[in-house]
């Protein structure tokens, strides 16, 4: 044991910290598909560890999994769990993908949008009906019903002419 100065200049006895590994595993629970976390979750479900004890920073323990596992996540990649479980830290329901991919995949609002086949009104996201801006290929709307908007504003604003 180390003793530091603590409050006070009291000295404190500090154990060396424990292997980042060996503090990761207690949490872990090993199912048949997913790995359950029973560490700190976030709010949004997702664990998180540590990477050098108290004082520390925290890293998603899913990341940790994946580097002690697997390696390095490449750069400029995000860690996709493809169960769709915040918690899993199985590195094989884990696929490294672009910040945008795993938006897509994901129930964000784009994702979800994305994946629809249709208009709300029912008319298909196809080639032909769908139009896109130039500046931004991901943003979509239904040609019909962009056209019969604005049919709608040309009658509603039409300059009469009288004779």
């Known amino acids: 044991m180390v003793a530091t100065p603590g409050i006070l200049g009291v000295p404190i006895n500090m154990k060396p910290p424990t292997p980042l590994a060996e503090r990761f595993w207690k949490k872990v629970e090993i199912t048949e598909s997913c790995w359950i976390w029973h560490g ?3 709010k949004f479900g997702h664990g998180s560890i540590r990477t050098g004890g108290v004082g520390f920073p925290k890293e998603a323990a899913h990341r940790v999994a994946y580097k002690l596992l697997v390696g390095p996540i490449p ?42 086949t249709q208009c709300k009104n029912g008319h298909p996201f196809d080639e032909a009906n769908t139009y896109r801006l130039p500046s931004d290929p991901s943003f979509r709307r239904c040609r019909t019903c962009k056209n019969a908007k604005l049919r709608e504003w040309y009658h509603k604003h039409k300059i009469r002419v009288s004779d």
């Open 40 to 42: 700190h979750r976030g």
């Open 75 to 116: 750069e400029g990649l995000v860690l996709d769990h493809l169960c769709r479980h915040g918690w899993c830290v199985n590195p094989a329901h884990l696929e490294p993908v672009t910040n945008a991919e795993n938006l897509l995949r994901g129930e964000t609002g784009p994702g979800i949008n994305s994946r629809k």
